[in-house]
């Protein structure tokens, strides 16, 4: 389904043949044993870039052997930035289903995805891919595609590598997020003083202030002891006086 854009945004086209889908592994039907048969198509599409490029081969009713053949060739564009091919196998809800859902949409029975770098390292090519169920990579089963890639002249060439194994992965399944956990207060330290107490002073000006201290105290001492020293040198001259008199009135008495 083509889109007019700007040309230097597109990197070229995949020529992709759907081939079949095969729905055993190891010999055990995987899917939907409870819906045999039913007719499944391949959506597909090219996600990143400016806008996803979609499309989808027809409705094919699975044989008994648990396979659909669709033989079908759809040529995409692949726009700048593109980063994966998504494939995914679907099938039609009853009646039933579609009524108690708010929008038609398929049932989705398996997907698989090719990262686009890996498939211009490789293309062209024919290969089976693995199939996997939805937000599980449990094994559903296969599907065979070829799939070619036609260059814009007009976008600038891509690099040449060496062409590796090429494969599909699961689609990614979004992860719940972890929650963040929540900060403890921190611990105090026994020896970590208080808020409340005074701060250290600097060494220099503690000393300082004891040296004063010390001066002070040392004067207030010297003081202290020549007041003294007067004080009994006062009280010796009054006894001395008072004896004085006494002899005195007792001579006058006499």
Same mark, same amino acid.
């Given at each position: 389904?083509?889109?007019?854009?700007?040309?230097?945004?597109?990197?070229?086209?995949?020529?992709?043949?759907?081939?079949?889908?095969?729905?055993?592994?190891?010999?055990?039907?995987?899917?939907?044993?409870?819906?045999?048969?039913?007719?499944?198509?391949?959506?597909?599409?090219?996600?990143?870039?400016?806008?996803?490029?979609?499309?989808?081969?027809?409705?094919?009713?699975?044989?008994?052997?648990?396979?659909?053949?669709?033989?079908? @060739? *759809?040529? !995409?564009? #692949?726009?700048?930035?593109?980063?994966? &091919?998504?494939?995914?196998?679907?099938? =039609?809800? %009853?009646?039933?289903?579609?009524?108690?859902?708010?929008?038609?949409?398929?049932?989705?029975?398996?997907?698989?995805?090719?990262?686009?770098?890996?498939?211009?390292?490789?293309?062209?090519?024919?290969?089976?891919?693995?199939?996997?169920?939805?937000?599980?990579?449990?094994?559903?089963? @296969? *599907?065979? !595609?070829? #799939?070619?890639?036609?260059?814009?002249? &007009?976008?600038?060439?891509?690099?040449? =590598?060496? %062409?590796?194994?090429?494969?599909?992965?699961?689609?990614?399944?979004?992860?719940?997020?972890?929650?963040?956990?929540?900060?403890?207060?921190?611990?105090?330290?026994?020896?970590?003083?208080?808020?409340?107490?005074?701060?250290?002073?600097?060494?220099?000006?503690?000393?300082?202030?004891? @040296?004063?201290? !010390?001066?002070?105290?040392?004067?207030?001492?010297?003081?202290?002891?020549?007041?003294?020293?007067?004080?009994?040198?006062?009280?010796?001259?009054?006894?001395?006086?008072?004896?004085?008199?006494?002899?005195?009135?007792?001579?006058?008495?006499?």
């Amino acid at each position: 389904m083509s889109e007019e854009h700007d040309p230097s945004e597109l990197r070229g086209h995949f020529d992709l043949t759907i081939h079949e889908a095969d729905g055993n592994v190891n010999g055990i039907y995987t899917w939907d044993p409870n819906v045999v048969p039913f007719e499944g198509f391949v959506k597909i599409e090219i996600r990143g870039g400016s806008r996803n490029v979609k499309d989808q081969t027809a409705r094919v009713r699975v044989d008994d052997d648990g396979k659909i053949v669709w033989n079908q @060739t *759809i040529s !995409l564009e #692949l726009l700048k930035e593109a980063t994966e &091919l998504r494939l995914i196998f679907c099938k =039609d809800r %009853s009646k039933r289903q579609v009524a108690a859902l708010t929008r038609k949409t398929p049932s989705v029975i398996a997907a698989c995805g090719i990262y686009v770098d890996d498939i211009l390292k490789s293309a062209p090519f024919e290969k089976k891919f693995e199939l996997y169920k939805p937000n599980s990579g449990t094994d559903r089963g @296969t *599907i065979k !595609l070829s #799939l070619g890639f036609r260059e814009n002249p &007009l976008y600038s060439p891509l690099e040449s =590598d060496t %062409s590796p194994e090429v494969s599909t992965h699961s689609p990614e399944v979004p992860k719940p997020v972890p929650e963040a956990p929540v900060p403890k207060p921190p611990v105090k330290s026994v020896a970590e003083p208080s808020s409340n107490k005074r701060p250290k002073r600097n060494l220099f000006v503690s000393l300082i202030g004891t @040296t004063f201290k !010390l001066i002070v105290f040392a004067s207030l001492g010297a003081g202290a002891v020549a007041a003294g020293a007067y004080a009994v040198q006062e009280f010796q001259k009054k006894q001395k006086e008072l004896e004085s008199k006494k002899a005195e009135e007792s001579k006058q008495t006499k």
